[in-house]
Structure formats: structure tokens, C-alpha cells
């Protein structure tokens, strides 16, 4: 999923459960089952195949994606510091994945194996061929996204 997604997720959890370390562990999981739903994502080809010139623009994309959901979290929760660290760690399998791209070393690899190819739904279904497949893969991080808010504001 966006990170937008995940990062709202994490910090929803970090906001509802009281044990901080069970908190982050779940926040950092949740990564693997948001993936595992059928989404949209916007492409990011360019960098998973290190062709860095041509990806400013998938970074920019990544950034105000990032940006936005951290943004909406200081906005709607009340213990800042400790949401980010849910936040954070929600993140993290991205950031693992990119840190495989720029220092490729074995652990990081079999992560990105298990987190791109073996958790993550099939990138290979063309949502651009298939209108109801983008419009429910759209859907789905607008239901999830909301269920977030949700548990972050009650
Ligand atoms: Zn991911």
C-alpha cells in the first residue's frame, strides 16, 4: 500500500494499544498484511531498478506520500512522539527494501524477497487494463485509511 496507509495505520495502533513494545511490533507487521490486501500503488519501477536519474520524480511521489500521512497524524493525534515511532516502524519494510537497493547484503535481501514478492499482492495484475480492479484497489486504502482516522481521533 502507499505509505500514506501504513503510516496511519501504525500510528492508529500505537494510539490504541498500551503496551509499547507489543504496539510496535504489531505497527511494524502490519506492513506484510496492508500489502497482502489487493491495492494500487503508484510505480516506482525506476527506483526498484536503481535507474536513479530517471526516479526523481517516484521519490517526490514517495515523499509527499510520506509527507502527508505524517503531516495528517500530528494533526489528528494527541501524544505526537510516541505515534511516530508506530508511524516509523509501519514504514520500516519500505525503508528495508530501499536500504537492499542501495546496500545490497543478504538479510536485506531475503527481506525483500519475503517482502515484495512473497507477502505482497501481484504487482503483474494491470490495474490500468482493468477499471474495477483499480477502483477497488483504490477503495480498499480509502477503507482502511479511514478505519485509521478513525481509531486515531476515538
Ligand atoms: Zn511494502
Not at 514478492?117 to 503483474?124: D, G, I, M, R, T
Given at each position: 500500500m502507499i505509505l500514506f496507509c501504513h503510516i496511519l495505520v501504525g500510528a492508529a495502533l500505537m494510539a490504541k494499544i498500551q503496551i509499547i513494545p507489543l504496539a510496535l511490533v504489531l505497527a511494524f507487521l502490519s506492513h506484510y498484511f496492508l500489502d497482502f490486501i489487493p491495492h494500487w500503488e503508484y510505480s516506482i519501477d525506476n527506483i526498484l531498478e536503481k535507474q536513479w536519474k530517471k526516479a526523481k520524480s517516484e521519490f517526490l511521489k514517495g515523499a509527499l506520500d510520506f509527507g502527508l500521512g505524517i503531516l495528517l497524524i500530528f494533526i489528528i493525534s494527541k501524544n505526537s512522539g510516541i505515534i511516530l515511532a508506530g508511524a516509523f516502524f509501519a514504514v520500516l519494510p519500505d525503508g528495508l527494501t530501499l536500504l537492499s537497493l542501495l546496500l545490497p547484503n543478504k538479510v536485506l535481501t531475503i527481506h525483500d524477497k519475503f517482502h515484495r514478492?512473497?507477502?505482497?499482492?501481484?504487482?503483474?495484475?494491470s490495474f490500468k487494463e482493468n477499471k474495477t480492479l483499480f477502483f477497488l484497489g483504490i477503495l480498499s486504502q480509502i477503507l482502511v485509511s479511514i478505519l485509521a482516522i478513525f481509531f486515531l481521533i476515538f
Open positions: 514478492k512473497l507477502v505482497h499482492y501481484p504487482k503483474k495484475i
